[in-house]
């Protein structure tokens, strides 16, 4: 072959290669989550510990194919993993951690610091009274150390606050804030700071993001600790929203506002409340949940109806619009769990009501919003000019 006749391979075989990628996304829809979203956003989801004790359970498998990153759901839990002084639960963070550098998949802590599921212990000393602010900033220490020496080389990203703003913007009146005071969530990323390795990313995460009085003073906090140096990577907006609520214009809205911070935003905690909760909203655990009965848990026996499911399909089909509209923005979507089984939903607000808030069913097989999503994700990001080969 001689010099020309390489040159001219050389240079149109990575347009024919181009083209032909063009091509395929014109024409078939991506198999995969991860490669729909690939280039827009990494798209996760959470591991619980029932998946975690079985490597053959089937959402592992769901797992490994359609998502790049993956947050344990409840295993670094201040309650779960230390639940007394000096009592340490390793073998589902061990595992996870494990899971996942095994598959090349990011992984997220959950959660540093979250008023919810932290023992009584952690707040009063050996004779049950209260810790002074010291005391407390330094058990925090301790807790952040420990992860940082255990996970920190292999976990990335880091939920350093939970849910400590309230949806009128005042600050959650936990026992965080009622020993350390107001500068509690301040103190938790310092701690952060300094115990974690350099390149960690930490996120502030809650949910109702859309709220009004939330989303200014998560703003508001955010660029007053840019300001003051503190480091802060990423606003975590959860996502735990229902069929109606919030409005995908509140939506847009409230990723334009976070945007405007200029650090990326996580959704952490995607999954759509399909029965609903309209005495509820929000994902505030610390509430009374109800008995389900026939009225409020319609579908018991894991039979979605086919209506249903095409509306939890347009739903999802319009958040991620949503989501892709502002995909420059937006770091990372996560569900928080894999099928209908996993779901926290199913127990809460109403205890044992059989819910359908995710992509794969109870049975772990893919719902129509999977399918939809593959499909109306690929029409999305499908090239609005023609591509060059087509105009030749
Ligand atoms: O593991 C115990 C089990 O041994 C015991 O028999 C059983 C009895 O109820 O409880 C089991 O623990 C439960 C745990 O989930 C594991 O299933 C806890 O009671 C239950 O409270 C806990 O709920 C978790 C909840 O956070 C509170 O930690 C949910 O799984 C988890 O999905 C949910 O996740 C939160 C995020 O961390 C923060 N944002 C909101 C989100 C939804 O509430």
Redesign the pocket.
């Known amino acids: 072959m001689n010099k020309t006749i390489l040159l001219l391979l050389a240079t149109l075989t990575p347009l024919a290669i181009s083209a032909c990628t063009l091509l395929k996304r014109e024409n078939t829809s991506p198999s995969t989550l991860k490669e729909a979203f690939e280039g827009r956003f990494a798209i996760g989801a959470t591991i619980g510990?029932a998946m975690l004790q079985d490597d053959n359970h089937p959402s592992l498998l769901i797992a490994k194919q359609h998502f790049i990153a993956l947050t344990a759901?409840?295993a670094f839990?201040w309650a779960v993993i230390n639940p007394s002084p000096g009592q340490y639960n390793f073998t589902a963070p061990d595992q996870f951690v494990g899971f996942g550098k095994n598959n090349g998949i990011q992984l997220v802590g959950?959660?540093l610091f979250w008023h919810?599921?932290t023992p009584d212990w952690v707040f009063e000393d050996l004779q049950g009274n209260p810790l002074d602010r010291d005391a407390l900033l330094g058990r925090m220490r301790e807790r952040a150390k420990m992860l940082a020496t255990r996970y920190g080389d292999s976990i990335k990203v880091w939920d350093v606050v939970?849910?400590a703003i309230n949806d009128d913007g005042s600050l959650r009146n936990s026992k965080f804030n009622q020993i350390i005071g107001d500068d509690f969530i301040e103190q938790a990323f310092r701690i952060a700071k300094d115990e974690f390795p350099k390149d960690s990313i930490f996120l502030y995460n809650d949910?109702s993001m859309t709220k009004p009085g939330r989303q200014s003073a998560v703003i508001s906090m955010v660029n007053d600790f840019k300001a003051r140096n503190i480091k802060i990577d990423g606003i975590g907006m959860?996502g735990?929203w229902s069929m109606e609520t919030p409005t995908i214009i509140e939506i847009e809205k409230s990723l334009q506002a976070f945007s405007e911070t200029q650090i990326p935003i996580h959704i952490t905690?995607l999954d759509l409340d399909y029965l609903g909760r309209s005495q509820f909203f929000g994902?505030n655990?610390d509430i009374e949940t109800l008995p389900a009965t026939l009225e409020n848990n319609p579908f018991p026996d894991g039979n979605f109806p086919p209506t249903a499911d095409k509306r939890l399909a347009e739903r999802y089909g319009q958040i991620f619009s949503a989501l892709l509209k502002y995909s420059d923005n937006i770091e990372r979507v996560t569900f928080?769990g894999i099928n209908d089984s996993d779901s926290?939903l199913n127990d809460?607000p109403i205890k044992g009501r059989t819910n359908y808030p995710l992509l794969f069913n109870h049975n772990g097989q893919p719902k129509a919003a999977l399918e939809s999503l593959l499909k109306h994700v690929s029409q999305v990001l499908a090239p609005k000019e023609p591509s060059p080969i087509a105009t030749h």
Do not use: I
């Open positions: 510990k759901e409840n839990k959950h959660v919810s599921q939970n849910e949910y959860q735990h905690e994902a655990v928080w926290w809460w």
